[in-house]
Structure formats: structure tokens, C-alpha cells
């Protein structure tokens, strides 16, 4: 705080201000307190009116410092808002933001910067492209806009922001190679199982021309709009890996072995196990990880088995399961009819029997190996049965006139019958359940099978191959927490520039999980980051408008810096946000 004279026709007035910058760097100079004019300080005082209020604002400062920890508000009810001010900031990205930094993305930037000539900062854009994929995801334009609200402002315009995507593409495969090398920060990396999936993403767009990499091909949501096709590698901890983007009417199973590739001379890897779904399992790929340091774990279709594979899967006898450390021999006939007592299928209920045998594949072998489960058993069947009720009432209503989108469609269950007893065309469609293909499925509930080169215990490839849930949730989480499709950008480079940032921010995302203990789910994680704002007092600091809860303190414990005071100054928002992008990293107390 300072003193300030103004001069009128009765002397010089005196006023105490103080001068403060705000989220944007602008300075601001607010009046603290009018002190009068000279005549009456010096007939109140007796004494020189400079001297005496040199001395008083000293006086308040030296206060100020002895009572830092609290702070008084005023508001005035006559005052109007400063205008095009904004006093509402987002401060969840701050926790983002650390990661950012320490996985050193701003240090890739800046190399990629070097070998291009355009003036923008890139670090500046990816950064806000990642934090508003996850906590508001939107389109290009939108996120430009959204990342004026967060407490640092952006440096940049929005057409620089499409064109960032097309050095973003350019560079992709740099950008994933020295993040991989970067997130050693965090300690090893569990390559030695790598999990891969692939998906699609569809475009809404006027004309239904094929363009560039967006194509017509087999749309998981059998939305008759162009696609693009997608994989994705995943570590054993559930991190990212590497991303690919293919035109939508590839086919997926041509996918794995070029980002296998890129992977293997790129990433210095050249001993792990891949695990896919059963639609990337082709010949080609299961020999292309037969060799050298290379294995495979996939699941198989028990019902594309060969006829005698299928009979062997499915019969009764030659099961097995541990009891402590010794294998023992089950025939599981009446636990697959549920023709045993209550007591002893509740005894077996969360056990997982097995089979194995080795296949011929000509260039190579392989083990099938087939378990069944009674939980997993009735699991299927429960999920069966609401199927069947909504097929049920979909007879009722009469609306189960259309076709089977997929697999798990209710509608597959109906049977529809248009041909009389006699062999006449019939009048009206008749729609009933389909009986007989319910039979059918549930010959197959509980089984499930895996085709793999490794000679280990089959207990142990199972268990490996459970983690794949976690890239399918991956997928899950771009795709409907992260808004990735459909996207909105047109050109190819800007596609593949839009789904690496999309990567990259799932990234970022699987390190705050983990940061955090995986303690949460991503709804959680996301609705406490989206909903922490900061309400800005000119002059004074920022007032959290946030519940704090179990969330926010482990965020704040985790990241060694706390935004839920009552109230922060002016300056311990600065040291926030550079403590945010400190890249060392942060140790718990």
C-alpha cells in the first residue's frame, strides 16, 4: 500500500492504494482508504499531513505483514463489476498441469518447435487442448474459448489452434516415442504384457462422400456415417503406449503389426506378450508374435472352434482346478446343468476350471486353453435374461419389427414368422421369442477360451488376459468422458492431430488415477476437477466455490500444493501456479 494526493479547491486530498495484477497480467489500482484532505489532517493530527501519512501507511503495511493469515472484505452495493472482466476461473487443471510438465510434454514442444518455422506457442495450445478434452470437451472452437477461464490465459488465436493439429499429426509419432521415454520419471514401465484393441469413431458430417480417412466400413454403433479406425496399446499398469490411426474401412486385424513395428524400433522393446480380442487374432498376427522375444495371449470364439476342438471344449470331463498347491481332476457335468445342491455350487462359485491342449497351426503351435466359471455363468445368463425382457415386451408392444444391430442386441432373441403351418404367405409377421437360439447360447455360458504360445500355467494366463478390461476401458473413457467422437475437424492431418491429443490427454488422465491411489472412479475424479472454480476479489486473492471433500484433499496431498483455503492471495496464487509446473516431483510429507 502507498499514499496518493489528488488536489481541489479546498488542498490535497490523501488516499492509501494498493496496485495488484490480475489472472492476465494487468495491473489494477484499487482505493484502500480515504484519509481526508490536508487541512483537516493536520487539525486532527497537529502535525505535517505528508510526514503523518507516510508514517500511517507504514503503520498498515507493517499490519498487513503481522496479519497475513487473515484478510477482511469489503463490497460496495453501489459499485458496478469491472466490464468484459472475467471472475470466475477453473482451477482442476492445476493438477493436470503437473503431470503435463513432468512427463516434460512442454520440453517436446519446444524440440518440435525448432524444426519448424511458425510463430505460435505449442506448448501453450497442447496443454490447453489436453485440459479441455478432459475437463470440458468440445470442439476446437470451443475449447479456444474455454481455455480463456482458466486462471493462466492463453497466449494464442484460434486458428492457431487448427493449425497446431497439423504439426501435431506431423510429429505424432516423435511425441509418443519421447513421452514413453519421459515417463520413466514415474518409475519402470510393465511392458512385459502389452494389451491392444482397436475401435472405431465416427464423423457427423453433411456429405455421405468418402473422404481422405474417413470411410464407410463396419461401424460398431452401425451409424451409416464414415469412420475412422483406431488402435490402441496399453501398458500392464493400464498406461497408454502408442496410438495408431487407420482409414474406417481397413481391416482391424491389419492394424496391430505396423504400430507393433514402430513400437519395437522406437521404443527399444523387443521382449513382451501382446494380448488382443479374438477379432485381432489372425494367423498372421499370432506368427508374427511367435518369434524371437514375442508371444501372444488371445481370446478365441468357441463357436468358430473346429468341430472336434468344439466337442473337446465343451464336454464335461477333463477339468481341473487347485486346491492349495495341488491340481485336481472335475468332471463339471452337473454343475454346468445345475443339477448340483445349493451348498456345493455355492462352494464352487468363484471357482475357475480349466482345460488345455496344444493346437498345430502348421508354422507354428499353440495352447487352446478353455475355462468355465459358475459366477461368470451367471453372470451371462442375468445379462441374458434382461435381454429377453425387453424382448418380451418389445412383442407386447409390437415394436420388435427391425433387425439385430449386434451381438448383444434384445432383438436377436425374437423370431419372426411370416409363412403359415400350410406353407401360404401369411398375412401379418408374427414375432415370438426364439427358443431355440436361446438354447443354443446358453450351451455356451460360463466357457470361455484363449489361444496362446506360452507353455506357463494356465491360472496365470487367464489372469493376464483379465486386465484387458482396462484397455476397453480406455476406449470407454475417450469415447464418452472425453467426447472423441464424433470429431469435428475435416482434413487428415487435423483428424490424426485431433485423436493424439485425445490420446494424450488419456495419458495424462491414467497418471492422475494413479497419482491418486486408483482409489476413485473416472466419474469421480472428472466431476471433482470440472466442478473446483475459483472466484476471483480484485485486489485481494481468490475464494475457492468448491466443496471440499475426500477427493479434493487427496488431490492437494498427492500434488503438495492446496487451492481450498478460504482464501488466497494475490501472491500464493502465483507460487500455485508455479508450483504446478515444477517438473520435479512431488514426495508426500
Known sequence: M??????????????????????????????????????????????????????????????????????????????????????????????????????????????????????????????????????????????????????????????????????????????????????????????????????????????????????????????????????????????????????????????????????????????????????????????????????????????????????????????????GNKRKQYDISKLITGAMDEKTQQMFYDTVFYKERWVDQGSFEEKLIVTFSLKYQHYQRSIRNGQMERARKAIENGTAKGNAYHQNDYRRLVEKTAVTDEGEVAGNTLFSMDMKRIAAEETYDGFYALNTNLDDDPGEIVKVNHQRWQIEECFRIMKSEFKARPAHVSTDTRIQGHFLTCYLALVLYRYLEKRTGNKYTCEQLLSTLRGMHMREVLGEGYLPSYTRTDITDTLHEAFGFRTDYQILTAQKMKSILKSSKDRNLTRKK
Open 2 to 323: 502507498r499514499i496518493r494526493t489528488g488536489k481541489t479547491k479546498n488542498g490535497r486530498l490523501f488516499y492509501v492504494i494498493k496496485t495488484y495484477y490480475d489472472s492476465r497480467g494487468v495491473e489494477h489500482t484499487v482505493t484502500v482508504e480515504k484519509l481526508g484532505n490536508e487541512n483537516d489532517i493536520k487539525a486532527r493530527t497537529g502535525r505535517d499531513p505528508d510526514q503523518w501519512a507516510k508514517e500511517y501507511v507504514a503503520k498498515l503495511n507493517e499490519e498487513e505483514k503481522k496479519q497475513n493469515a487473515d484478510v477482511t472484505l469489503s463490497f460496495s452495493q453501489t459499485k458496478l463489476l469491472s466490464k468484459e472482466h472475467i471472475y470466475e476461473y477453473h482451477a482442476g487443471y492445476l493438477f493436470l498441469q503437473k503431470i503435463y510438465y513432468e512427463l516434460g510434454l512442454d520440453k517436446i514442444c519446444r524440440q518440435i518447435a525448432k524444426r519448424h518455422s511458425f510463430q505460435y506457442d505449442l506448448n501453450s495450445i497442447l496443454s490447453r487442448l489436453l485440459y479441455g478434452r478432459i475437463l470440458e470437451p468440445c470442439s476446437k472452437k470451443a475449447t479456444f474459448a474455454y481455455s480463456k477461464s482458466l486462471l493462466e490465459k492463453p497466449n494464442f488465436e484460434e486458428h492457431h489452434v487448427y493449425r497446431a493439429l497439423d504439426v501435431l499429426c506431423e510429429e505424432s509419432d516423435f511425441i509418443q516415442q519421447q513421452l514413453y521415454k519421459n515417463s520413466f520419471v514415474y518409475g519402470k514401465r510393465h511392458t512385459g504384457v502389452l494389451y491392444y484393441v482397436s475401435s472405431n469413431v465416427f464423423f457427423e458430417i453433411e456429405q455421405q462422400d468418402e473422404d481422405g480417412l474417413r470411410k464407410f466400413g463396419k461401424s460398431k454403433e452401425n451409424r451409416p456415417l464414415p469412420i475412422v479406425e483406431m488402435g490402441l496399446f496399453m501398458d500392464g499398469d493400464g498406461i497408454p503406449l502408442g496410438v495408431c490411426i487407420h482409414p474406417g474401412n481397413t481391416n482391424e486385424q491389419k492394424t496391430l503389426k505396423p504400430i507393433e513395428q514402430r513400437i519395437l524400433s522406437e521404443y527399444g522393446m523387443s521382449k513382451f506378450i501382446v494380448c488382443t480380442d479374438a477379432g485381432l487374432a489372425s494367423k498372421a498376427n499370432r506368427k508374427f508374435n511367435s518369434i524371437k522375444n514375442r508371444a501372444f495371449i488371445v481370446t478365441s470364439s468357441i463357436k468358430k472352434l473346429k468341430r472336434e476342438q468344439k466337442e473337446w471344449a465343451l464336454s464335461p470331463q477333463g477339468w481341473y482346478t487347485y486346491e
